[in-house]
């Protein structure tokens, strides 16, 4: 085999899952297929994220000598301050029209978040080019946000075809203006899309109040 596939095929294994034992655990932070009997999954482990889904089904009823594999998700940045989402509905309130962004970072070590604002090089009501926060040693990307100005929360043809190679939560709030700026939200993980239908009361409720305060100063 020539060095590029071998160094594709080691970033990226496939594990045949064995029938009376469990998968062995990953080892290293990074991505793995799992051909199982039930179909192939996709395997993610990140600092901040583990996760198992399948992305394909067999076409024919081959037997397939292998085990099963349940999909799975485990988040291990837990206890999430919703305040950050409140300082970022501000953010986006004081850009718009314009779009703005920011991430969200959680720092492994000292299991605390904070807000990372992007560097903007242009942004419009309808666009944003940027350059990602500088990150600490320690720090990961947990939530990519932006807002969409004056426009409704929603993901774009863009956004799909941004996020497609990302492991993240995708954040979009719209409507900035608003008294309480609508949300959406997602995760994403290398090409799957899964939608949280109800983005979590106590963001809303965040981000109310972090509006509120802005108003209370202006006046």
Same mark, same amino acid.
């Given at each position: 085999?020539?060095?590029?596939?071998?160094?594709?095929?080691?970033?990226?294994? $496939?594990?045949?899952?064995?029938?009376?034992?469990?998968?062995?655990?990953?080892?290293?932070?990074?991505?793995?297929?799992?051909? =199982?009997?039930?179909?192939?999954?996709? /395997?993610?482990?990140?600092? #901040?994220? @583990?996760?198992?889904?399948? *992305?394909? @089904?067999?076409?024919?009823?081959?037997?397939?000598?292998?085990?099963?594999?349940? &999909?799975?998700?485990?988040?291990?940045?837990?206890?999430?301050?919703?305040?950050?989402?409140?300082?970022?509905?501000?953010?986006?309130?004081?850009?718009?029209?314009?779009?703005?962004?920011? #991430?969200?970072? #959680?720092?492994? &070590?000292?299991?605390?978040?904070?807000? $990372?604002?992007?560097? *903007?090089?242009?942004?419009?009501?309808?666009?944003?080019?940027?350059?990602?926060?500088?990150?600490?040693?320690? /720090?990961?990307?947990?939530?990519?946000?932006?807002?969409?100005?004056?426009?409704?929360?929603?993901?774009?043809?863009?956004?799909?075809?941004?996020?497609?190679?990302?492991?993240?939560?995708?954040?979009?709030?719209?409507?900035?203006?608003?008294?309480?700026?609508?949300?959406?939200?997602?995760?994403?993980?290398?090409? *799957?899309? /899964?939608?949280? &239908?109800?983005?979590?009361?106590? #963001?809303?409720? =965040?981000?109310? =109040?972090?509006?509120?305060?802005?108003?209370?100063?202006? $006046?």
């Amino acid at each position: 085999m020539n060095a590029a596939d071998l160094a594709l095929q080691r970033s990226f294994p $496939a594990v045949m899952v064995p029938r009376r034992e469990p998968v062995a655990p990953m080892q290293v932070f990074g991505e793995r297929l799992l051909i =199982a009997a039930n179909g192939v999954f996709l /395997e993610v482990n990140q600092p #901040w994220l @583990s996760l198992v889904r399948r *992305i394909a @089904s067999y076409a024919v009823p081959t037997a397939i000598p292998y085990g099963d594999v349940a &999909e799975s998700t485990r988040l291990v940045c837990e206890h999430f301050p919703a305040s950050l989402v409140g300082d970022f509905a501000c953010m986006a309130r004081e850009a718009s029209p314009n779009e703005t962004g920011a #991430w969200i970072v #959680w720092n492994r &070590e000292t299991e605390q978040f904070r807000l $990372a604002p992007v560097t *903007i090089l242009s942004h419009s009501g309808a666009a944003l080019r940027y350059e990602p926060p500088t990150l600490g040693a320690n /720090e990961v990307r947990v939530v990519d946000c932006h807002s969409h100005g004056l426009h409704p929360a929603f993901f774009s043809n863009t956004d799909d075809a941004d996020d497609r190679h990302e492991i993240k939560f995708s954040l979009v709030i719209g409507n900035c203006l608003s008294a309480t700026p609508g949300m959406a939200l997602r995760l994403c993980a290398k090409g *799957i899309f /899964e939608t949280v &239908e109800r983005v979590p009361a106590a #963001w809303y409720a =965040a981000v109310k =109040a972090a509006l509120a305060t802005i108003v209370t100063e202006a $006046a």
